[in-house]
């Protein structure tokens, strides 16, 4: 069992930046994969970045890389996201999730937190 909540949205400019932090509870962290996704109004809930908790290895998508850096903290139990050069089109709720390793679905979620790019 894992539980996860969500700081660090707000309202930023574009070209700015905001850390987007997860503070994760439970068991065995070491056995999950940490991600973020992201969802706009009407739209799927998008893929953003994952980490493996065990080795602290990202994996992005493709529309957010070289922008967007993900990061676990054993000591803290928090992931973080860092986005920067943020633009309108990163406006979104935010979400982090948790699955265990080789599982194909994200059983746990957030409750999400809102970011909003203006231009």
């Known amino acids: 069992q894992v539980s996860l909540v969500e700081s660090g949205g707000g309202l930023v400019q574009t070209g700015g930046s905001l850390r987007l932090s997860c503070e994760v509870s439970g068991r065995t962290l070491s056995r999950y994969i940490m991600g973020w996704f992201r969802q706009t109004p009407g739209k799927e809930r998008l893929f953003v970045a994952a980490v493996s908790w065990s080795d602290g290895i990202g994996y992005y998508a493709d529309s957010v890389k070289g922008r967007f850096t993900i990061s676990r903290d054993n000591a803290k139990n928090t992931v973080d996201l860092q986005i920067n050069k943020l633009d309108p089109e990163d406006t979104a709720v935010y979400y982090c999730?948790?699955?265990?390793?080789?599982?194909?679905?994200?059983?746990?979620w957030g409750q999400g937190t809102q970011v909003i790019v203006s231009s």
């Open positions: 999730a948790a699955k265990v390793k080789g599982g194909a679905e994200y059983g746990y």
